[in-house]
């Protein structure tokens, strides 16, 4: 089942006819994969997070929405086991956790795609790939990469996602930026990750490139994914969310489904509303005003 | 499969062909660099390419290539050694004061020697990661305090600046044999540090382009962060690394000392640049995440046939360090350019 797609730009038509060759998820979807309950961080004095409620469904992608300074970045932070929280419960699969490092939320099944971090731009497509997670062969000491297996299963992941790669020695740093965030994204995918976290992914990318991952995202969540989507672009985020959660603050000021809202009310929210209706009436002021009043001095 | 996913997979932006990319390699410069050095000396004076000559070249450029190995792979994960060459001075003193003064067995001293460059590579290593300083600092102090323990400590104990005797150790012939020992071909006497340095360059290059810890070198160097939110652990890769280099630090000080009989309490400073500007030569980048075990060899080999092509040209010696530093900014400058031009023109 696909649900129904808003029309949105050039996005709308980079999504058409994608998913329908990938295999379908073990979970079922609509199961709830990870959970927060007031989840709160403070940093010496200052609270940067607090009373974060939301629950991450297979097969769904919840917007996590903000402007700069919201409280994004620390949320995702503890998701992806970077930094510790103080307050509340995170629960994965049902158990509550508290992760010390990426590795051990990357082994219960938690991936994260950092901006900027993704990858590694000078090594290989085939070694970026299966960084930390390398497969080998032979006995110690003579236990080595398997190189030959890495590179087929690179090629054949990446060609899942829609890429072909004709060289797997090809340096990362020569794709593209929208080519990189795939990278990350299939090899989340294909190390079994259950819940797919995007930092941004969109964020310094071109019209054309952010479509191409958003597709991505709309891929995973075809392959029953749960995908946590932060960004600051409601346009980006409207066309594949099916839960938006906004940030303001360090404090969760809406949670609501894609049935609740439209673009312009997400839009609306997401510049924190009044603040943008306060800034279009000044603007409205100054045109009124005598031309006098515009000159410096 | 619908002809809309097949009509949808878009190839990925073509990177540079594998041709252009063997020619971007940063090894391709050290090589040409290498091959025509060995041309214009072997051209413009008598012993460089004989026997005799070549074995005086490997002597000097084996210990040297050894150190360059352990230190190129510290450069390509994003750190540096200034304590390197010192430390081949205390892990030689090590074990000529436990065989000069306690008596015991050379093996013993040499393991003992062994355990110590270990621990002065974790020390290294742990403080680096902890305090996350700059290597650059935290290994100028251990380079310092070596320097004053190596003085300090030989003095108390021997009241003088040497220690030797260590051909009456017992054991000695073998130790002999396996770090010091030399064959006989033509009329050039190739020593067994020859060997050491290929074992060693061979080791580190299986190391770094065939198992999972060569790749974390490699991510750990190249992008830190990345790295450590793909689960790799950069801190112990980074502490390895360190023990690595004195653990060839500790290889070349048992060399040395085996073959002299004797170790001055004040030898391989200054060394740890040498070590740096043949890792540097074979294309090994300054910011880490770049580089190889070949190219460092080839920066020794550099080293080695040039300060024994200038002395077989009878050339005044002292014009040495003009070359070297020459060498170094044109290897930067051609490493630079290599690696921006193979990550970062890419589009978007």
């Known amino acids: 089942m696909k649900p129904e797609l808003h029309p949105i730009d050039d996005i709308q038509a980079a999504l058409d006819g994608e998913g329908d060759n990938l295999p379908e998820s073990d979970v079922p979807p609509h199961t709830p994969l990870l959970e927060v309950r007031?989840?709160?961080?403070?940093?010496?004095?200052?609270?940067?997070?607090?009373?974060?409620?939301?629950?991450?469904?297979?097969?769904?992608?919840?917007?996590?929405?903000?402007?700069?300074?919201?409280?994004?970045?620390?949320?995702?932070?503890?998701?992806?086991?970077?930094?510790?929280?103080?307050?509340?419960?995170?629960?994965?699969?049902?158990?509550?956790?508290?992760?010390?490092?990426?590795?051990?939320?990357?082994?219960?099944?938690?991936?994260?795609?950092?901006?900027?971090?993704?990858v590694v731009p000078l090594m290989s497509i085939w070694r970026n790939f299966f960084l930390g997670s390398e497969p080998t062969r032979g006995f110690w000491p003579f236990r080595r990469l398997d190189v030959e297996h890495a590179q087929d299963v690179t090629v054949a992941e990446l060609a899942r996602f829609g890429l072909d790669v004709q060289d797997p020695h090809q340096p990362v740093g020569t794709l593209s930026g929208g080519e990189r965030q795939c990278v990350a994204i299939a090899r989340a995918v294909y190390f079994g990750a259950r819940v797919l976290i995007l930092d941004e992914p969109t964020a310094s990318l071109g019209v054309k490139q952010a479509g191409m991952v958003i597709r991505h995202v709309v891929q995973a969540r075809e392959r029953g994914l749960g995908v946590i989507f932060i960004t600051h672009n409601p346009r980006h985020a409207y066309p594949v969310g099916d839960r938006f959660i906004m940030l303001n603050h360090g404090a969760m000021v809406?949670?609501?489904?894609?049935?609740?809202?439209?673009?312009?009310?997400?839009?609306?929210?997401?510049?924190?509303?009044?603040?943008l209706d306060e800034l279009a009436h000044e603007v409205q002021e100054h045109h009124r005003g005598p031309a006098g009043a515009w000159k410096p001095g | 499969m619908t002809a809309a996913t097949t009509s949808a997979r878009v190839p990925v932006t073509p990177g540079r062909s594998p041709v252009l990319r063997a020619l971007s390699r940063p090894e391709l410069g050290s090589v040409i660099g290498a091959v025509v050095i060995a041309a214009f000396f072997a051209t413009q004076t008598d012993q460089f390419a004989t026997s005799a000559g070549i074995a005086n070249v490997l002597d000097v450029t084996a210990t040297l290539g050894i150190m360059a190995v352990a230190v190129a792979l510290l450069m390509i994960g994003g750190e540096f050694d200034l304590s390197a060459g010192v430390l081949t001075a205390s892990t030689g003193l090590v074990t000529a004061l436990l065989v000069d003064q306690l008596g015991v067995n050379i093996w013993e001293g040499i393991a003992w020697s062994l355990l110590f460059a270990l621990t002065v590579g974790f020390l290294n290593g742990i403080l680096v990661t902890?305090?996350?300083?700059?290597?650059?600092?935290?290994?100028?102090?251990?380079?310092?305090?070596?320097?004053?323990?190596?003085?300090?400590?030989?003095?108390?104990?021997?009241?003088?600046?040497?220690?030797?005797g260590v051909d009456d150790a017992q054991g000695y012939a073998a130790a002999r044999a396996v770090f010091a020992s030399a064959a006989t071909i033509g009329d050039g006497e190739f020593r067994v540090a020859i060997l050491w340095w290929i074992v060693v360059a061979v080791l580190a290059t299986l190391l770094l382009v065939r198992t999972k810890f060569g790749n974390?070198?490699?991510?750990?160097?190249?992008?830190?962060?990345?790295?450590?939110?793909?689960?790799?652990?950069?801190?112990?890769?980074?502490?390895?690394?360190?023990?690595?280099t004195a653990t060839a630090a500790w290889l070349v000080g048992t060399i040395s000392v085996v073959r002299l009989t004797s170790v001055q309490a004040n030898v391989g400073l200054g060394e740890e640049f040498n070590y740096i500007i043949a890792a540097v030569i074979g294309g090994c980048l300054l910011t880490g995440g770049v580089g190889s075990a070949i190219g460092a060899s080839i920066g020794a080999l550099i080293y080695g046939m040039t300060q024994q092509g200038i002395v077989f040209a009878q050339w005044d010696n002292d014009w040495f360090p003009?070359?070297?530093?020459?060498?170094?900014?044109?290897?930067?400058?051609?490493?630079?350019?290599?690696?921006?031009?193979?990550?970062?023109d890419s589009p978007g």
């Open chain 1, 38 to 118: 007031g989840l709160g961080k403070r940093y010496g004095g200052v609270t940067a997070l607090q009373g974060i409620n939301a629950t991450v469904n297979s097969g769904e992608v919840t917007c996590v929405l903000g402007d700069n300074g919201a409280g994004k970045s620390t949320l995702i932070k503890i998701l992806s086991g970077v930094v510790s929280y103080d307050q509340g419960q995170y629960l994965v699969a049902g158990k509550r956790v508290k992760f010390s490092s990426p590795r051990q939320a990357l082994d219960r099944g938690i991936a994260t795609v950092f901006q900027d971090l993704a």
């Open chain 1, 254 to 275: 809406a949670n609501v489904t894609r049935e609740d809202i439209d673009l312009n009310d997400l839009t609306q929210l997401m510049s924190g509303g009044a603040d």
């Open chain 2, 130 to 164: 902890r305090t996350r300083l700059p290597s650059f600092i935290v290994t100028l102090g251990t380079f310092f305090a070596l320097q004053g323990v190596n003085v300090g400590v030989t003095k108390q104990l021997t009241d003088t600046v040497q220690v030797g």
């Open chain 2, 216 to 244: 974390w070198i490699f991510a750990s160097g190249g992008a830190p962060a990345s790295a450590r939110s793909v689960g790799v652990p950069v801190g112990r890769t980074k502490i390895l690394l360190f023990m690595t």
């Open chain 2, 322 to 344: 003009l070359f070297l530093g020459g060498m170094l900014l044109a290897a930067v400058l051609i490493n630079t350019v290599v690696v921006r031009r193979r990550a970062e």
